[in-house]
């Protein structure tokens, strides 16, 4: 992480006002096949990992039982309560919680994540995907800042000084290790891309088999 969590915190209050109103087409692509890979079941709990001004999480509660937003902007989940109390939805909550501490303990069926995880180092990525693996959700949709090719630090998703992106590569070796099979890549630009990691038979019979390997 090239900030702390607190400088980013910091970084993401003073912009929460005007954060809807300031998004690139390649975020709302990008933001929009998170929503529709999560498909969130009627009973489904999900939970969404830096919330932000509650894009996906509000796109989603209609659909699910629950929604749960965790981020450590309190400027940014603000504004995503007061969204939510505009739009009369009721079954979503916001509250702190980082990647790698979520402070949420609750069952949870879908993790989703959208233009946030490219803030942690690729071992914090790493750390947060085995926390989110142990939570144990059927599926982990990751929408974000992620490299398809060699990085070009001139392209307007990649702001070096602030921004730590993976690899496409790093980030399914991630998901693999922590028992997830890869089901869906989809790339948006060569620097933005969303990844459905799903856990089910198939990955839990795969783990001790691989481990066996090593
Ligand atoms: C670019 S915004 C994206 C918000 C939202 N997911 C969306 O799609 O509009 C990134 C968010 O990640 C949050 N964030 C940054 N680092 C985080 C961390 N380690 N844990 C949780 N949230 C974090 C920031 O506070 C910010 O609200």
Request: proline fraction near 6%.
């Given at each position: 992480?090239k900030?702390?969590?607190?400088?980013?915190?910091?970084r993401?209050?003073?912009?929460?006002?005007?954060?809807?109103?300031?998004?690139?087409?390649?975020?709302?692509?990008?933001?929009?096949?998170?929503?529709?890979?999560?498909?969130?079941?009627?009973?489904?709990?999900v939970?969404?990992?830096?919330?932000?001004?509650?894009?996906?999480?509000?796109?989603l509660?209609?659909?699910?039982?629950?929604?749960?937003?965790?981020?450590?902007?309190e400027?940014?989940?603000?504004?995503?309560?007061?969204?939510?109390?505009?739009?009369?939805?009721?079954?979503?909550?916001?509250?702190?919680?980082?990647?790698r501490?979520?402070e949420?303990?609750?069952?949870?069926d879908?993790?989703?994540?959208?233009?946030?995880?490219?803030?942690?180092?690729?071992?914090?990525?790493?750390?947060?995907?085995?926390?989110?693996?142990?939570?144990?959700?059927?599926?982990?949709?990751?929408?974000?800042?992620?490299?398809?090719?060699?990085?070009?630090?001139?392209?307007?998703?990649?702001?070096?000084?602030?921004?730590d992106?993976?690899?496409?590569?790093?980030?399914?070796?991630?998901f693999?290790?922590?028992?997830?099979?890869?089901?869906?890549?989809?790339?948006?630009?060569?620097?933005?891309?969303?990844?459905?990691?799903e856990?089910?038979?198939?990955?839990?019979?795969?783990?001790?088999?691989?481990?066996?390997?090593?």
């Open positions: 992480m900030k702390s969590l607190e400088d980013h915190a910091a993401f209050d003073e912009k929460a006002n005007e954060y809807d109103d300031s998004n690139s087409e390649e975020y709302r692509a990008c933001a929009n096949l998170v929503i529709e890979h999560a498909a969130p079941a009627e009973d489904d709990v939970l969404d990992l830096g919330t932000g001004t509650g894009a996906i999480a509000l796109a509660a209609p659909d699910a039982d629950r929604v749960v937003g965790r981020d450590i902007s400027g940014m989940m603000e504004e995503a309560s007061a969204k939510a109390e505009d739009e009369g939805i009721e079954n979503v909550e916001f509250g702190h919680g980082t990647f501490e979520p949420y303990d609750g069952p949870v879908v993790v989703t994540s959208n233009f946030a995880m490219h803030h942690l180092s690729d071992e914090q990525k790493r750390e947060a995907i085995e926390v989110i693996a142990d939570l144990e959700p059927r599926k982990f949709v990751l929408g974000d800042v992620m490299f398809f090719g060699e990085p070009d630090p001139s392209e307007p998703f990649y702001s070096p000084d602030v921004d992106p993976a690899t496409v590569g790093t980030l399914a070796d991630a693999t290790n922590a028992g997830f099979s890869l089901t869906a890549v989809e790339r948006v630009h060569d620097q933005v891309g969303v990844l459905v990691a856990r089910g038979p198939m990955a839990d019979a795969e783990t001790p088999e691989t481990q066996a390997r090593e």
